[in-house]
């Protein structure tokens, strides 16, 4: 948070801008892939074909951040931020609800695709091969073969991520301003269950109603984690029972 926070703030529209041109850059760059001659195609290695999009999303995000400025000021007269305080009248704070969404997306991504990758790699073999021998197109095996066999690993890879999202108390402490007043805005800071037991729990008064209201806060949190997950088991199972035949 210490250089996100104000790099977003500085950069708010290349942070749209990103968003926005990523998935365009993404999509251009795989339709041109399938025209590209076999003999370039063959000199990359099996499994490497995801590596080729790493410069394009870094070439998309250079291109994005570096006419943000100028565009905020030609589109906007000065700033994205003071547009959206004078047109909706939403502040923005410098640590809030984005920066801390997107630090903790660094923090849950890498386990969220680890686990999801097992799970697509560890749908049998004969069951790709037997759909594309039955004239089902690749994309057609992926999404009604690999995608639904491999659905509980992924749902499940999904909820540990989301776990770890909410239990997460450093992170949002440090980037989102820790205050205890909030709304729905993204731009504004916020404060998790978890970060206000780290935060208030010592200069509590043991046996006050402070100490006693964090302990029910703590509670709270146990109760929906519980039957988050408790959820999150029944629905795995069910997905496991549905696609297990295939």
């Known amino acids: 948070g210490l250089w996100l926070a104000p790099f977003i703030e500085e950069h708010l529209g290349g942070l749209f801008a990103f968003l926005l041109l990523v998935p365009i850059a993404v999509m251009l760059f795989a339709y041109a892939w399938q025209y590209l ?3 370039i195609l063959e000199k990359v290695p099996e499994g490497w074909d995801g590596a080729l999009l790493i410069p394009v999303i870094a070439l998309s995000g250079w291109f994005a951040f570096t006419v943000s400025v100028p565009l ?8 994205l931020r003071d547009w959206f305080k004078s047109e909706f009248g939403i502040g923005y704070d410098q640590r809030n609800a984005l920066v801390v969404g997107i630090a903790m997306g660094f923090a849950v991504i890498p386990t969220i695709f680890s686990i999801a990758e097992d799970a697509i ?3 049998p ?22 995608l639904l066999t491999a659905s509980p690993g992924i749902f499940s890879a999904v ?3 989301f776990g770890r999202a909410v239990g997460e108390t450093m992170i949002v402490l440090m980037a989102t301003g820790n ?4 709304d729905l805005s993204v731009f504004q800071g916020m404060r998790t269950l978890a970060a206000n037991i780290a ?11 402070h100490y006693r209201v964090l302990f029910l806060a703590a509670l709270v949190l146990f109760a929906f984690t519980f039957v988050f997950n408790t959820l999150a088991e029944v629905i795995r199972q069910r997905l496991r029972e549905k696609y297990s035949s295939l």
């Not at 905020?72 to 700033?79: N, V």
């Not at 091969?129 to 690999?146: C, E, F, H, N, R």
């Not at 010592?202 to 046996?207: A, G, I, M, N, T």
Request: aromatic letters at 8%.
């Open 121 to 123: 790699f560890s749908v």
């Open 37 to 39: 001659p076999k003999a």
């Open 125 to 146: 073999k004969h069951l790709t091969v037997g759909s594309l021998a039955l004239g089902a197109t690749p994309w057609q095996t992926m999404s009604k073969i690999v």
């Open 159 to 161: 909820m540990i991520g």
């Open 72 to 79: 905020e000021a030609w589109l906007f007269d000065g700033t």
């Open 179 to 182: 205050t205890p007043v909030m």
């Open 199 to 209: 935060v208030e729990m010592p200069e509590s008064e043991v046996d006050s109603t």
